[in-house]
């Protein structure tokens, strides 16, 4: 332009001017548009896919809950909690959008809103909105005249600031114990004040929603959605995996049938505990046997000299305590188990058995006597071990295997003296 005295059709040129730059400036290109309707587009498709995957999970995890209240009660409490926030916030922006485009086309509520092939609720889609390019409407409604103090109250800018603060505050205290999680909260809803395009400080109301097109403030609030799913999917994924990563996952089952006693005697009970017990064949404990009884149970460390117990490809450890000593004994050890991403975890694990001096049983079932001629059954039985373990013999006379039991002929003498064989020797 040029300086200095002008011709009152110059300045008029001037203005004009000056006006059509400012008209370029505001003006947006179709293109633009059009790129805004795709974004949303894909950002409404992720939204669903994302509400569906939310569905199946809560409905998981509220079976879960039904079924085991004491271990997955507390955590399901929880999960609904951020389900409720979650939709709240969801629903909220939903209405934002339906009356920002209401009030731009002035259309009435039913032709922006309405249900899709699924009978889902949804709202139309932004390539039927007319009036993608104006900006004076939701600048109106939810900032108001003055960017640097945007306006209070219902569907604004600010009431949504409050939502989405109080719902970062309900995913950040459930997922407290994921640090994580708390940083992606914080850095996916930084709402501070920030550099604008042109480089000043503006609020985050502004930024997002003063002097926008339609077509780009609905795609911000559809982000918006897009970013609360997520972390709702996040928060509750972390919430299932806190319950199972307290809890020992097994791949396999095996029935344990464990005997108070491998030995009873006549008149009492054989009692045994039966259950089933897990185990990973692709992941073993380790078990080690203190070889002198002491265990720290602060560190759950076996102290002094130890013995590692091999393991079987059951997962269980095969466990072999010779019977040396008449007396009481007892054994102690720590069990091992890691799981891939946990800590090591430690049990230990004691055991009394009692070692006696096995005694030599004969007992003839017909008489006192043996006598010569005839047949006489004998009992022959060594308690704590089974009859297939046991070889008698008798110095005079012959002792044979019946069907139950055994039969003795005696020989010549008046005395005879029968002995058993098998782990030991044993003379009666």
């Not at 003006?27 to 309707?37: A, R």
């Not at 569907?155 to 970062?168: D, H, S």
């Not at 097994?250 to 009692?271: H, K, Q």
């Amino acid at each position: 332009m040029a300086s200095g005295k002008q011709t009152p059709r110059q300045k008029m040129i001037n203005m004009m001017y000056l006006v059509l730059t400012a008209l370029l400036a505001l003006n947006v290109s179709k293109e633009i548009l059009d790129s805004f309707v795709t974004v949303n587009n894909g950002l409404e498709t992720t939204k669903l896919t994302l509400k569906e995957k939310m569905d199946a999970t809560y409905g998981q995890f509220s079976g879960m809950a039904a079924e085991n209240e004491k271990k997955y009660g507390a955590a399901w409490r929880q999960a609904e909690s951020v389900q409720k926030v979650a939709s709240e916030l969801l629903a909220h922006i939903d209405q934002l959008k339906v009356k920002v485009i209401t009030a731009t086309e002035g259309w009435p509520v039913e032709k922006v809103i309405g249900k899709d092939e699924r009978g889902r609720d949804t709202i139309i889609n932004l390539a039927l909105v007319e009036k993608k390019d104006d900006y004076n409407k939701i600048t109106e409604l939810m900032i108001g005249s003055e960017p640097a103090k945007p306006k209070e109250g219902e569907m604004t800018a600010r009431e949504l600031r409050t939502k989405i603060e109080a719902y970062r505050d309900v995913i950040k205290q459930v997922g407290a114990k994921n640090p994580a999680l708390v940083a992606q909260v914080d850095r996916v809803f930084d709402l501070s004040d920030r550099a604008d395009a042109s480089g000043t400080m503006n609020n985050w109301e502004s930024i997002n929603f003063y002097d926008v097109p339609l077509a780009a403030g609905i795609t911000i609030l559809s982000k918006l959605q897009s970013d609360v799913r997520n972390l709702e999917n996040e928060c509750v994924g972390f919430l299932m995996g806190d319950v199972e990563g307290a809890s020992m996952k097994f791949s396999e089952l095996a029935l344990v049938v464990l005997p108070v006693s491998n030995y009873i005697t006549v008149g009492d009970s054989f009692r045994a505990d039966v259950y089933l017990a897990g185990y990973d064949p692709l992941n073993h404990p380790v078990v080690e046997l203190s070889k002198n009884g002491t265990i720290d149970t602060v560190k759950m460390e076996v102290i002094g000299d130890k013995e590692v117990i091999p393991i079987g490809a059951d997962g269980k450890g095969k466990l072999r305590l010779p019977g040396q000593g008449v007396g009481a004994k007892e054994w102690k050890g720590i069990i091992k188990f890691k799981q891939a991403g946990q800590e090591e975890r430690r049990y230990p694990f004691y055991a009394n058995y009692e070692v006696a001096q096995p005694n030599l049983v004969v007992s003839p079932t017909k008489m006192n006597v043996f006598y010569r001629g005839i047949d006489n059954p004998v009992d022959v039985s060594v308690p704590g071990f089974s009859a297939d373990k046991i070889q008698p013999s008798i110095d005079n006379g012959s002792i044979t295997k019946a069907a139950q039991g055994y039969i003795v002929k005696p020989g010549k003498g008046s005395d005879a003296t029968v002995s058993v064989s098998g782990d030991a020797q044993w003379t009666a």
